[in-house]
């Protein structure tokens, strides 16, 4: 294995040869997902006045005939993953039986939670617990059991489930390419059940999908970040709230993005996912101390003990009888949210994850973000919740009214409301910057062929395109445009997850180690590790995806 030094200072040379202007691509993969979504902006710009039905209508349609198969996925992909975790596979090492992490517990931590959950929970932690407080259909509003529930749920939307379609893409990603040779690439996890095919129009296909998604699930949280960002300038400085502010915000923070983008992974993506990571803990820190402490500590335990309790209940519940409308708008927008960002996610924390075994994998990226998820929502949401309940109240009536503003109408019940909002700002740009810079070399790694390293120029041009779609997305219909992308896009590729499962399975099943497993007519590297193989815009094993 080479030293870090030898490693950087190849890189750079590589970097130095190849220039600014060196573009490695899958041409299929590459020109097809870019036509059909600069398609899909130019289009939500001409019509934009036309959309906002359209896009309403859509959302109700699909969640209404695909609802249940969106919760049947949900459910077998965490299933299947707990099985992963207690079962016979957990001692395989992600790379083989030699290869260590690339980075350490705390940077590893802070790059997946950032990438997975940052601008979400940040825009949801103190507006989902009041809305199912005010309002949900197995309950009475404004009761003790209301309460409860509107935890319950919250944690449902943000728990198990979200982190157990991270765990499965990622997990999948980082076997095939790590211990078997293959392409870093979507396509790659469905060799088990498509053979040679994967490298023609079949693979093509998968990862085409998994690039559009990607980028949808992208823009709907940098349009939901940048609502908030603009909310609370609006309450420190009294800019106003508007899409045209909101394009001008994107524009601005996505210039941002590009500073992370060329830096890379190490230099640019890890030092904000940790610097982000510590801002948010500061923020939660201030609210834990000024807040009601007592009420936080008692809250989180039974929070928790709620969910376990009725997780199997919730989780399977499908408006069946109650013939309500009310799961289309939240349970489905968020099952479908999960299932089309994990392409971006999934490939992102693969990248980061080489060396640890299954069980570590799956333990760091199931239990451990969740137990911190749930941490954030009883912070923010019981705090909420406590001044709603027993304090000055108005809370519920500000979430009603502007659901981007709620965190800023909590933090002025407490002292410094000034200082904690401009760091809640802070928060929220770094998170989306990271998103942006992390979505962009995802789509990249996919769209030249599976390469870890793609170029530059090419990230810097699915940066801007992801700006440019939460921008028309938010001219073209604001937050339902957001959900009705995310569903439409989810859709497709909540059938790409369930044939994951299958091909994941029978991987592992044929396992024995890395120097046993027979690729077509060739074998990978005898020692595989992610340090000491050959880049993959040169070769892969000897085998290109074209």
Same mark, same amino acid.
């Given at each position: 294995?080479?030293?870090?030094?030898?490693?950087?200072?190849?890189?750079?040379?590589?970097?130095?040869?190849?220039?600014?202007?060196?573009?490695?691509?899958?041409?299929?993969?590459?020109?097809?997902?870019?036509?059909?979504?600069?398609?899909?902006?130019?289009?939500?710009?001409?019509?934009?006045?036309?959309?906002?039905?359209?896009?309403?209508?859509?959302?109700?349609?699909?969640?209404?005939?695909?609802?249940?198969?969106?919760?049947?996925?949900?459910?077998?992909?965490?299933?299947?993953?707990?099985?992963?975790?207690?079962?016979?596979?957990?001692?395989?090492?992600?790379?083989?039986?030699?290869?260590?992490?690339?980075?350490?517990?705390?940077?590893?931590?802070?790059?997946?939670?950032?990438?997975?959950?940052?601008?979400?929970?940040?825009?949801?932690?103190?507006?989902?617990?009041?809305?199912?407080?005010?309002?949900?259909?197995?309950?009475?509003?404004?009761?003790?059991?209301?309460?409860?529930?509107?935890?319950?749920?919250?944690?449902?939307?943000?728990?198990?489930?979200?982190?157990?379609?991270?765990?499965?893409? %990622?997990?999948? /990603? $980082?076997? @095939?390419? =790590?211990?078997? &040779?293959?392409? #870093?690439? !979507?396509?790659? +996890?469905?060799?088990?059940?498509?053979?040679?095919?994967?490298?023609?129009?079949?693979?093509?296909?998968?990862?085409?999908?998994?690039?559009?998604?990607?980028?949808?699930?992208?823009?709907?949280?940098?349009?939901?970040?940048?609502?908030?960002?603009?909310?609370?300038?609006?309450?420190?400085?009294?800019?106003?709230?508007?899409?045209?502010?909101?394009?001008?915000?994107?524009?601005?923070?996505?210039?941002?993005?590009?500073?992370?983008?060329?830096?890379?992974?190490?230099?640019?993506?890890?030092?904000?996912?940790?610097?982000?990571?510590?801002? %948010?803990?500061? /923020? $939660?820190? @201030?609210? =834990?101390?000024? &807040?009601?402490? #007592?009420? !936080?500590?008692? +809250?989180?335990?039974?929070?928790?003990?709620?969910?376990?309790?009725?997780?199997?209940?919730?989780?399977?519940?499908?408006?069946?009888?109650?013939?309500?409308?009310?799961?289309?708008?939240?349970?489905?927008?968020?099952?479908?949210?999960?299932?089309?960002?994990?392409?971006?996610?999934?490939?992102?924390?693969?990248?980061?994850?080489?060396?640890?075994?299954?069980?570590?994998?799956?333990?760091?990226?199931?239990?451990?973000?969740?137990?911190?998820?749930?941490?954030?929502?009883?912070?923010?949401?019981?705090?909420?919740?406590?001044?709603?309940?027993?304090?000055?109240?108005?809370?519920?009536?500000?979430?009603?009214?502007?659901?981007?503003?709620?965190?800023?109408?909590?933090?002025?019940?407490?002292?410094?409301?000034?200082?904690?909002?401009?760091?809640?700002?802070?928060?929220?740009?770094?998170?989306?910057?990271?998103?942006?810079?992390?979505?962009?070399?995802?789509?990249?790694?996919?769209?030249?062929?599976?390469?870890?390293?793609?170029?530059?120029?090419?990230?810097?041009?699915?940066?801007?395109?992801?700006?440019?779609?939460?921008?028309?997305?938010?001219?073209?219909?604001?937050?339902?445009?957001?959900?009705?992308?995310?569903?439409?896009?989810?859709?497709?590729?909540?059938?790409?997850?369930?044939?994951?499962?299958?091909?994941?399975?029978?991987?592992?099943?044929?396992?024995?180690?890395?120097?046993?497993?027979?690729?077509?007519?060739?074998?990978?590297?005898?020692?595989?590790?992610?340090?000491?193989?050959?880049?993959?815009?040169?070769?892969?094993?000897?085998?290109?995806?074209?």
């Amino acid at each position: 294995m080479t030293d870090k030094p030898d490693q950087e200072e190849s890189q750079a040379g590589a970097e130095a040869e190849e220039g600014w202007f060196h573009l490695d691509i899958h041409p299929q993969v590459f020109f097809i997902s870019a036509a059909l979504i600069i398609f899909f902006v130019v289009a939500t710009i001409v019509f934009q006045q036309y959309l906002g039905n359209v896009f309403e209508q859509m959302q109700a349609g699909m969640s209404k005939y695909a609802g249940w198969f969106f919760i049947w996925t949900v459910n077998i992909v965490l299933i299947f993953i707990l099985v992963l975790l207690a079962g016979r596979f957990g001692d395989i090492r992600l790379g083989g039986p030699d290869a260590r992490p690339e980075f350490s517990t705390m940077g590893w931590f802070a790059m997946l939670f950032s990438a997975g959950m940052g601008i979400g929970l940040l825009f949801y932690g103190v507006a989902e617990p009041m809305f199912h407080y005010a309002a949900n259909p197995l309950t009475e509003p404004g009761t003790t059991e209301s309460v409860r529930k509107a935890m319950d749920i919250t944690f449902l939307h943000w728990g198990l489930h979200p982190w157990a379609i991270y765990s499965l893409v %990622a997990l999948s /990603l $980082a076997f @095939f390419s =790590f211990n078997k &040779g293959l392409p #870093l690439s !979507i396509r790659t +996890a469905f060799y088990p059940l498509l053979g040679e095919r994967i490298y023609g129009w079949p693979g093509n296909i998968i990862d085409i999908l998994a690039t559009v998604a990607t980028l949808f699930g992208v823009a709907t949280s940098l349009g939901l970040g940048v609502q908030q960002v603009n909310a609370g300038l609006d309450y420190l400085l009294g800019v106003g709230q508007s899409a045209n502010i909101q394009v001008i915000l994107i524009a601005g923070i996505t210039g941002v993005a590009t500073w992370s983008v060329v830096k890379g992974l190490d230099k640019g993506i890890r030092r904000l996912s940790e610097m982000n990571i510590a801002f %948010a803990a500061l /923020l $939660a820190l @201030f609210v =834990f101390l000024v &807040g009601p402490t #007592l009420f !936080i500590m008692n +809250a989180l335990l039974e929070n928790i003990g709620y969910y376990i309790q009725h997780l199997p209940q919730l989780s399977t519940w499908n408006e069946t009888y109650e013939q309500t409308q009310w799961q289309q708008g939240w349970t489905i927008f968020y099952w479908s949210w999960w299932i089309a960002w994990s392409p971006f996610v999934g490939m992102f924390i693969a990248r980061v994850s080489h060396g640890r075994t299954i069980r570590q994998f799956i333990m760091g990226v199931l239990l451990v973000p969740t137990f911190i998820t749930f941490l954030w929502i009883t912070i923010f949401g019981n705090t909420a919740l406590f001044i709603e309940m027993f304090g000055s109240g108005g809370i519920s009536r500000a979430v009603q009214n502007n659901i981007p503003v709620s965190m800023f109408v909590m933090l002025e019940n407490f002292p410094l409301s000034i200082v904690s909002s401009a760091l809640s700002i802070v928060v929220i740009i770094t998170f989306f910057v990271t998103s942006s810079d992390s979505g962009s070399m995802v789509i990249d790694i996919i769209t030249s062929g599976g390469n870890p390293n793609p170029p530059v120029l090419s990230r810097l041009f699915w940066a801007i395109m992801e700006g440019a779609v939460a921008a028309a997305l938010l001219m073209g219909g604001g937050l339902v445009a957001l959900q009705t992308a995310t569903i439409t896009t989810g859709l497709p590729f909540a059938v790409v997850l369930l044939g994951m499962c299958v091909a994941l399975y029978k991987g592992l099943s044929d396992y024995s180690a890395p120097q046993e497993f027979v690729l077509g007519d060739r074998k990978p590297e005898k020692e595989f590790k992610i340090k000491t193989r050959p880049p993959l815009d040169k070769t892969f094993g000897k085998r290109r995806l074209w």
